[in-house]
């Protein structure tokens, strides 16, 4: 099992680590590249160790609202099923940011007992981004450690990076931001009760709120492939607030679930996004919503029945 840091500025490891440090917001392909070397460390004798913060440092320092990938919780469990040993998730408290990058490098030195740092090119740490992996180089002879800086991946000409997935994401290009991830993205969270206006007009669904920090895809429709209790089941999901029904609803994830009948109520539940189907509006009554619900049903079985979709 990873073992998880967090809540303390005073992390400690004591065996010899291999440490990687960033946001890793969404965990994509060009991270792949980093936590593949710290797989390659980790077979040589050393505890692999991802170091990041506890929310986007982004918006504590500016205080502009940063949507996350992956919230802290998803990337626990997801750095756990790649292997990682340690993952440290340090508060960005007013002193580690106003820390001079010289320091905060000794701090996780001494403190990790780092043996080898990796790193990507575009790498920055300490008081206004003034650390970078030339200043890990200059400091490798002191501290004893090794330095790996890792090259960017590239798609279609542009760095592989989590504002480019965020890009793709907020425009609705789900399967672009697929291809950028390595994998489907997807909202993990606790199934709530809704006002189950769906098992009234006969399509039950079952209802996520993520985390107001976790960016969701443009209101719509979208197939999907939902994962409850490590089973996997096809489903057709609305990302939105249900503008035909009265009242004010938070932007929410309804799923209905093709061929499945049972109670998912507060279980923890995984929907992966797989492509649009169409945007969400407002329909002039319940009856032309059913209707077109249907419609969305039949779309999402007519996918999965082509063999080249399932994957």
């Known amino acids: 099992m990873m073992r998880y840091i967090r ?10 680590s291999v440490l990687s440090l960033g946001k890793f917001d969404g965990i994509h392909r060009g991270h792949e590249l980093l936590l593949e070397r710290l797989a390659e460390k980790k077979e040589q004798g050393l505890v692999s160790v991802v170091f990041t913060f506890d929310i986007p440092p982004r918006q504590s320092i500016d205080g502009a609202e ?15 099923r790649i292997g990682v040993d340690c993952l440290v998730e340090c508060p960005f408290t007013e002193e580690i940011r106003c820390m001079d990058a010289a320091v905060f490098l000794e701090k996780i030195v001494r403190q990790l007992h780092v043996k080898c740092m990796v790193v990507g090119e575009d790498f920055r740490f300490g008081h206004n981004r003034g650390g970078d992996y030339r200043l890990l180089r200059q400091y490798a002879g002191r501290y004893g450690y090794e330095v790996c800086v890792i090259p960017k991946m590239k798609e279609d000409a542009r760095d592989i990076s989590s504002t480019y997935v965020r890009e793709e994401i907020a425009r609705g290009n789900i399967e672009k931001a697929n291809r950028l991830l390595g994998y489907r993205y997807y909202v993990t969270s606790v199934v ?3 006002n189950q206006i769906g098992r009234t007009i006969g399509i039950p669904t079952i209802n996520q709120v993520p985390p107001p920090e976790k960016l969701l895809p443009p209101n719509g429709v979208y197939v999907t492939e939902v994962y409850i209790d490590e089973q996997k089941y096809r ?6 607030c249900k503008p035909t029904i009265e009242g004010k609803h938070p932007v929410g994830v309804e799923t209905h679930l093709l061929d499945f009948c049972g109670d998912v109520y507060d279980k923890l539940v ?15 009554s319940v009856d032309a919503l059913r209707a077109q619900m249907q419609d969305d049903i039949a779309f999402g079985r007519a996918y999965f029945s082509n063999d080249r979709n399932i994957t």
């Open 7 to 16: 809540n303390t500025t005073e992390f400690s490891i004591e065996r010899e």
């Open 66 to 80: 940063a949507k996350v990938l992956t919230t802290n919780e998803e990337k626990v469990h997801r750095l756990e």
């Open 192 to 194: 709530g009760h809704g």
């Open 235 to 240: 489903g057709i999901t609305n990302v939105g």
């Open 270 to 284: 995984t929907v992966e996004f797989i492509c649009p189907v169409r945007r969400e509006r407002k329909f002039d």
